[in-house]
Structure formats: structure tokens, C-alpha cells
């Protein structure tokens, strides 16, 4: 047997077919299904990029506008075509607010022309509004004066008769430092003794007579510029106790100083509040040359509205008041009271003032009378010195009022303040006690 096997030559065998793997076959199917969807995806996008580019360069017609009113000068909508309920059906546009007061007639049975108008009317034909609506007043492409108007400032230009000049300057109070930031902006028709008029000013924190700043001396000007800063040091407890006091002197060739006049601005609460700069400006004030009486003086000023039937009463300043205790801790206040028949009929008081025998006020009260009152009805002005508790001493009193309660000087003020209604009549009037203190 193994003879007959070692005879037959081993020649090569047959190979059976290969068979592929069933993962390469998946692969094959995946990849030809992957290129199908990319190809169908590609196509949907420039498909409808196609579509949006076509979009973009086409105009799509409008559809036919229902016929209007055939007859000429129709509005081809309502005034108010803001909503869409005022817009006319069949309608796809709206005509703006600045066409519709134009008239408009049919070109064709579905098409509408505006009649036409001269584009440029004459300038003395435009209409011309005072208020709000200045952008209205004036066809586009023209320029409408109105609208680059600077408001003029009342401050340069009402001078009263008999000024001694006007001073304009900035205030600010900077709370944590407890600093006092005082500007010195400028003056006009400053009333110089000579022409060549060389101002400086001089600048106190009353009741602080001693220490002062002083400006910088400006040569042969009644209208100078100044634009200098200050600072005075003040706590904020006692600041609001202060009375700035701006001296405006001129300096003469041996160079002497002259007054020209004084402004005294109190540091009141509500101008120094927010912590934010105030320009401000005052008319200067001549200084009183005359000695004090021997209580002390007090000036305010009268004005009555015999429309409004109010009585108004400025409590401006007083000088030379006897104090009776001569410390820093005293405070003096003005109590304004309206008497009828000598009888109270309402009282009101001004702040106090620490420490100063030449307190500073301008505080403003009104009173309601009727005319015919103003024969029986008057004013007492009192100064009053506080003292411990709810005590207080009185200083001295100004009674003015007609005939029936006053003489002299009392009874000219009162007089003068009824011929003269809405303005302000200011005097000084010398104090009096009615009991010893």
C-alpha cells in the first residue's frame, strides 16, 4: 500500500475559491449608502441657495390696488396711517406722514401721480413756528435758523438802574474733606471812581475777620476776568453757620484800596447739597457807612402782590448787635410776625446764626393779606439771642406797619412798599427794646 501510494506523484492540488470577509462587505455597502446621502444633502443645499440668490436680484410685482375715488384731490390714505387698521385694504405700502398733506390723482384706472409742486419753495413762503416742533417748520434740505439759536443769558444783560456791578462766581462743598471750593469767575460794570479801573477781590468766611484770600489784581478793566480757585478749610457742623463775603476794591496808582462794593452769600443747606459745583451771581452791594445804633440794626426788605394778596419779608442782615454773652456758641435769629389790630395773627422764624454780632439771613417768608387789612395790620421784626432750655433774650425789635402803629423811618417803608407793588423795597432799621434785659 505504500508502494502504490509513494508511486503516484503528489502533483498540486486544486485551491478552492477565496471567500471576502463579511465586515469588508459591510464597509463596501456603508461607504456607497454615505456617498448617496452626502450627495443628496449637496444638492438640497444649492438648491436652496440657488433659491435665496434668485430671491435677492428679483423683485416680486405687487398685487392689483383696488381702485379709489376717481375724484381729483383725495388722500390716497387717512392722516393717521401709523396702525395698520388706518391703512386702506388692497393697499401694500403707506404714504408718510410728510406726503400726506399732497394731493394725488389717478395716472391710469390702477395707478396714482402726484401733482406736481414747485421742489423748492421760496424761503419766505415756509412756515415759521415758535415751541417744540422746530424740525417741522422747515421743507428738507433748508436750514432752520431757529434751531442754532443760543438762548441769551438774562445774567449779562438786566442790569438794574444804579448797579455797582455784578459778580459771578462757583460754589462747591466737598463733604469728606471738609473743604469749602470757591471760584472766582468774573465781574461786569464794576462803578470805578476813575477810568482806568483796577479791581482785585477779597475773600472772607465770616465770622472770621481776620483771615482772608485775596485775587490777583486785573489793570484798566471794569469787566475782568478772573478764573481763580480757592479753598477754605470748614467742618461740615459749622459750614452751614458760614457767610461768604466777596470785596471787590479798586487799587489806585499809591496803591490804596477802595470799596467798591461787597456781596455776603450765607452757606445755606441747599446750596451746598450733592456735593456738585454752582455757579452763581450776585450784584454788589454797597457797604453801610453809617455807625450802628446802640442796640444794632437790622435790614430787610417789603414787597406786597396785590393780586396775590401776599406780603413778602426778606430778612437780609443785621450789624453791631449786642450779645449778651460774647462766645462763639451764641446764636441770634429773626422771629417775623404779622399783627392785626395788635393782634397775633402768624409767626415765622429764620435760621440761627452762631457766633457773630453781624448775622447774614436772606431767608424769604410771605404772609397772606387782603388790602383792606393793610390799615390795620403790621410787622414786628424781632432778633432774638437763644439760651439754654427753650429760653431765648431779645435783642431788639423794628415794628413797621401805616399811621395807626408807626413814625419816621418805619412808617416811609411801609408807605413806599404799598406804591410800589411787586418790587422789593430794602432799608436798614435801627433796633429798640421795649423791656430792659
Not at 422746530?134 to 428738507?140: E, F, H, P, Y
Not at 489784581?217 to 457742623?237: A, D, G, I, L, W
Not at 450765607?266 to 457797604?287: F, I, M, Q, S, Y
Not at 419779608?313 to 456758641?329: D, Q
Request: hydrophobic residues 35%; contains cysteine; aromatic residues 8%.
Amino acid at each position: 500500500r505504500h508502494r502504490h501510494r509513494r508511486d503516484q506523484a503528489p502533483g498540486p492540488r486544486p485551491r478552492r475559491p477565496a471567500r471576502a470577509a463579511p465586515w469588508k462587505v459591510a464597509l463596501v455597502v456603508g461607504g456607497i449608502l454615505g456617498g448617496l446621502l452626502l450627495l443628496l444633502l449637496l444638492t438640497g443645499v444649492s438648491y436652496y441657495l440657488w433659491k435665496r440668490l434668485c430671491a435677492t436680484f428679483t423683485y416680486e410685482e405687487l398685487s392689483e390696488t383696488t381702485a379709489a375715488s376717481s375724484t381729483q384731490g383725495d388722500a390716497l390714505c387717512p392722516l393717521d396711517a401709523r396702525t395698520q387698521a388706518s391703512r386702506p385694504p388692497g393697499v401694500p405700502f403707506v404714504v408718510p406722514p410728510s406726503l400726506q398733506s399732497q394731493d394725488w390723482v389717478p395716472r391710469s384706472s390702477r395707478e396714482w401721480a402726484q401733482v406736481p409742486q414747485d421742489p423748492y419753495p421760496a424761503p419766505e413762503l415756509l412756515p415759521h413756528t415758535t415751541g417744540s416742533n422746530l424740525g417741522d417748520a422747515c421743507v428738507a434740505g433748508t436750514i432752520n435758523p431757529e434751531l442754532y439759536k443760543i438762548p441769551e443769558d438774562q445774567s449779562e444783560a438786566d442790569f438794574p438802574e444804579g448797579c455797582l456791578g455784578r459778580l459771578w462766581f462757583s460754589v462747591e462743598y466737598q463733604q469728606e474733606a471738609e473743604r469749602l471750593l470757591v471760584g472766582l469767575i468774573k465781574a461786569q460794570r464794576l462803578h470805578a471812581p476813575s477810568e482806568n479801573c483796577s479791581p482785585l477781590v477779597k475773600l472772607h468766611l465770616l465770622p472770621d475777620e481776620r483771615r482772608f484770600l485775596q485775587s490777583k489784581t486785573k489793570c484798566r478793566t471794569t469787566s475782568p476776568q478772573f478764573n481763580e480757585h480757592f479753598v477754605f478749610q470748614v467742618s461740615s457742623k459749622s459750614v452751614n453757620q458760614r457767610v461768604l463775603r466777596f470785596s471787590v476794591y479798586h487799587v489806585d496808582r499809591q496803591r490804596k484800596h477802595q470799596l467798591l462794593g461787597q456781596v455776603l452769600f450765607p452757606l445755606k443747606k441747599e446750596t451746598l447739597v450733592g456735593n456738585c459745583r454752582r455757579v452763581l451771581w450776585r450784584d454788589l452791594e454797597a457797604e453801610s457807612l453809617e455807625a450802628p445804633s446802640e442796640f444794632g440794626d437790622l435790614q430787610f426788605c417789603l414787597s406786597y402782590n396785590d393780586r396775590l394778596n401776599r406780603l413778602t419779608v426778606v430778612v437780609l442782615r443785621a450789624k453791631g448787635l449786642r450779645l449778651r454773652e460774647n462766645t462763639s456758641f451764641v446764636s441770634v435769629f429773626v422771629k417775623v410776625s404779622l399783627m392785626n389790630h395788635n393782634k397775633f395773627v402768624k409767626c415765622k422764624k429764620t435760621s440761627a446764626v452762631l457766633g457773630s454780632t453781624n448775622p447774614v439771613y436772606s431767608e424769604t417768608f410771605s404772609f397772606k393779606a387782603v388790602p383792606a387789612e393793610l390799615d390795620t395790620a403790621s410787622l414786628s421784626l424781632t432778633v432774638l439771642q437763644s439760651a439754654e432750655g427753650d429760653r431765648s433774650h431779645e435783642l431788639g425789635r423794628v415794628v413797621v406797619g401805616p399811621y395807626m402803629y408807626t413814625r419816621g423811618r418805619e412808617l416811609e417803608h411801609w408807605n413806599e412798599m404799598l406804591s410800589k407793588p411787586k418790587e422789593l423795597v430794602k432799608r436798614w432799621h435801627a433796633l429798640c427794646r421795649t423791656t430792659e434785659p
